[in-house]
């Protein structure tokens, strides 16, 4: 079955970067995009841009351009997202999603907890 | 790109019929029929519940449902059921995408 596992929590200081992957399995990797989505505490579902694992390019949410990137390592079915410049508002529950055939998210990872603190 | 507008919460009681908003514009929902919604229960990732404005995954219970008229798309989930209860978004793609502000559905 289609799964993305990411990595663990992670509690990062005003001005540092996190990065986040996301590794799936149970289906030919670069044959969907991964989107990556963001949720603050008590708040709704951000989207933060996909990448295309088949072309490798991809498009930010214009609120992130100059602070996001996101990467891939084909060898090893696993996404990234490198968030940089961070501040308290970047506090959140970091998603990767599957982009579906029909311009949805049909498999989501388990969510990474993302602490910004000084 | 602003969020797309859902009501804040909907409640009704098991068995009855609630149905949830979901207002853009016409460089959004009103230009595209790729407007998605997603289940999430506190805790948990999001869940596709419906896709292409009024396409069901399999697995979803056939008491979901969708629909859109111009600018405004709806879910609604018939004969309400205890597990429904939840956070529920909406989301559309006219180049990217843009989430709804969320709505917390109550069973009473």
């Known amino acids: 079955q289609v799964q993305l596992v990411q990595s663990g929590a992670e509690v990062k200081k005003p001005g540092a970067s996190v990065k986040v992957s996301c590794k799936a399995s149970g289906y030919t990797f670069t044959s969907y995009d991964v989107n990556w989505v963001r949720q603050a505490t008590g708040h709704g579902l951000e989207w933060m841009g996909w990448m295309n694992l088949n072309a490798n390019n991809t498009r930010y949410a214009q609120k992130f351009q100059d602070r996001v990137t996101m990467t891939s390592d084909t060898s090893i079915s696993t996404a990234y997202m490198e968030l940089s410049s961070l501040r308290s508002e970047d506090s959140a529950v970091y998603y990767c999603?599957?982009?579906?055939?029909?311009?949805?998210?049909?498999?989501w990872g388990q969510g990474t907890v993302v602490t910004v603190s000084s | 790109q602003s969020a797309l507008t859902q009501p804040r919460s909907v409640s009704g009681s098991p068995g009855q019929s609630v149905t949830i908003s979901c207002t853009g514009t016409?460089?959004?929902?009103?230009?595209?029929?790729?407007v998605s919604w997603y289940q999430q229960h506190p805790g948990k990732a999001p869940k596709v519940m419906i896709y292409d404005v009024s396409e069901r995954p399999s697995g979803v219970p056939d008491r979901f449902s969708g629909s859109k008229s111009g600018n405004t798309a709806s879910l609604t989930i018939s004969g309400l059921q205890a597990e429904d209860e939840g956070n529920y978004y909406c989301c559309s793609y006219a180049g990217s995408y843009v989430f709804g502000s969320g709505t917390e559905v109550t069973v009473l």
């Open positions: 016409s460089s959004d929902v009103g230009a595209y029929n790729y």
């Open positions: 999603a599957r982009g579906g055939y029909n311009y949805d998210f049909d498999n």
